[in-house]
């Protein structure tokens, strides 16, 4: 429970440093760095597309009439614009966070490392290869968790609890995977996921629930169009914002549960920062010259 507490608060405290807040800022930026580049190039011909897509379908072809013999004809080209904004927005995001994600994760362990476990031995007990073989491992399990899940998610406390458990579980697979990718070895990472698995599990299922903000917000947007263009960046940076807590959360945990798994073995004795022991020759023995 201490480690959990103290790395809650040490997260939290993280989050409200510059560059963590610059970090969480990214996928704003990158978002319309995406935006731009697609409504210069591709605007109008994906309005023109949507369009004939719109006029091909009888029911609304009538509707539109209906509309333009009742002086409302200008709705067409704003519904137009809609639905590609609609469509389209949802992809940029995912590309937007996931490129971030990739980015932010490092950028945040690094800071961890530098600022509190700089004296921590490097081991290796992973590479980046395998790090993503991880990644798209545990994503592939937690995905077909979700398929063979979803006829619980229409039970009312089932809904509630098995999303919020499946992102958990992948939350901890992967983030405290690279936490330690390397400063751990591979027993030491598995040492520390027997001894402290629930504890890694609760801060992934608490992350999950947190991760939900950012939904509500995206179907507030959705339901108040006047507001989607400030209520979608919203949801973004807040969505970024709670994936660097998230990942703070765990580096902390991670690293500080490495800590003190080597402390307890004697094996924390390999950082800059500690000084090995002077260490005795065999030859060097002193013995006491006899009274006289």
Known sequence: MRLFLDSFWRALAYCLMPRVMVLSLLPLAMLLVLSVSWGYFYWAPTQDWVREILTSWQVLQSMMDWLRDHGAAELQAVMVQLVVIFAITPVLVVVSLLAVSLMMTPALVDLVVHRRFSHLALKHGGSTLTSLAWTVGS??????????????????????????????????????????????????????????????LLIGVLAGYMGALPSLVWASGALFAAAFLVLIPLAIWIYALVFAFTSLWFTHYSLAALEALRSESDTLVMGASMPLPAIALPDEQHTTPPHA
């Open 139 to 200: 994503t592939l399990v937690a995905l077909l968790a979700t398929l063979i899940s979803l006829p619980l998610w229409v039970v009312p406390p089932l809904m509630f609890v098995v999303p919020p458990l499946i992102w958990g579980w992948l939350s901890y697979r992967v983030m405290v995977y690279d936490a330690l990718v390397s400063h751990a070895s591979r027993d030491e990472r598995l040492a520390i996921g027997r001894k402290h698995r629930t504890w890694l």
